[in-house]
């Protein structure tokens, strides 16, 4: 089992910047995938980025070059910055994981399915 809990979510103006951190405990073994996902009512959750066990890092095109993922091995906190919010970009972000070996010399691509997940925290931006 693995837990996740995300804090770091807020209300921000258009173009600001805002840090999320993911606290992860339980079996926090090799092969740990980590990753952010964000939903709005309505709509389809959507992965936003993933960090996997060994540093590979993938981004939705929705973020990418605005978003960055990092991880903190010693605290075990997963880190997500993202710079110059858009309105489009108002959610709630989840903090999700999964088991998942990238096969050796393989490029991490997509995220995969998360089975385990935080209770997600909201980040708002306004115009």
């Known amino acids: 089992q693995v837990q996740l809990v995300e804090s770091g979510g807020g209300s921000v103006q258009a173009g600001g910047s805002l840090r999320l951190s993911c606290a992860v405990s339980?079996?926090?073994?090799?092969?740990?995938?980590v990753g952010w996902s964000r939903q709005v009512p309505g709509k389809e959750r959507e992965a936003v980025a993933c960090i996997d066990s060994k540093g590979g890092v993938t981004y939705a095109d929705s973020v990418k070059g605005r978003a960055t993922i990092s991880k903190d091995n010693a605290e075990n906190i997963v880190y997500m910055e993202m710079n110059s919010l858009k309105p489009d970009d108002t959610a709630k972000y989840y903090c999700?994981?999964?088991?998942?070996?990238?096969?050796?010399?393989?490029?991490?691509?997509?995220?995969?399915?998360?089975?385990?997940w935080g209770q997600g925290t909201q980040v708002t931006v306004s115009s």
């Open positions: 339980g079996r926090t073994e090799d092969n740990l995938l």
């Open positions: 999700e994981a999964t088991y998942y070996a990238v096969p050796i010399g393989a490029t991490l691509i997509h995220c995969p399915e998360y089975n385990y």
